[in-house]
């Protein structure tokens, strides 16, 4: 039997700096491992992806919506995870703050730029930031879907978001 989840993910930055969390060891997903700020949408939130990652982010930084700037979907990645496809909303802001509260789902760092790929990093989250850091902003939402390249290497092939009907 194949399940969902929908997930909903933050890449704040301040100034050239990103902040990451080095995932605790105790956590069920991607233990010891370093990610952005987020988690899993709550069933009243599943139209709402922006609702779940405000929360998220609250939850996991004391960040609040005030301190945040140009908050906005960039990618939604798919993948099989298992029996499960799994669904992430990933935002991407700034934020006026360095100020934040810890949170037992792991350290939170404000990593520079260029240091971000030297850590540990879950593939699908490395190949994004890989996509973002070279790509940059854009003004469309990317969708990446995890597969294999012709070789059979793992890879996220990334496509952009149109609505055929406004072509």
Not at 82 to 99: A, C, K, L, W
Request: with cysteine; proline share 5%.
């Amino acid at each position: 039997m194949i399940k969902a989840r929908m997930m909903a993910t933050a890449m704040l930055f301040n100034g050239s700096d990103m902040l990451m969390m080095k995932r605790s060891l105790n956590r069920t997903l991607s233990p010891g491992l370093w990610a952005a700020v987020g988690g899993h949408l709550e069933p009243h939130e599943i139209g709402d992806p922006k609702a779940a990652c405000l929360r998220e982010i609250a939850e996991e930084t004391g960040l609040e919506p005030d301190q945040l700037l140009h908050l906005k979907l960039q990618y939604i990645l798919l993948r099989l995870n298992q029996n499960e496809v799994r669904q992430q909303f990933i935002y991407t802001g700034e934020t006026t703050s360095r100020t934040l509260s810890q949170t037992d789902e792991g350290e939170l760092f404000w990593i520079p730029r260029e240091q971000v790929l030297d850590r540990e990093i879950p593939f699908i989250f490395r190949s994004l930031l890989e996509h973002y850091f070279a790509n940059g902003p854009s003004a469309h939402v990317w969708v990446g879907t995890a597969g294999f390249t012709d070789a059979g290497e793992p890879a996220v092939h990334w496509t952009e978001l149109i609505d055929p009907q406004r072509v």
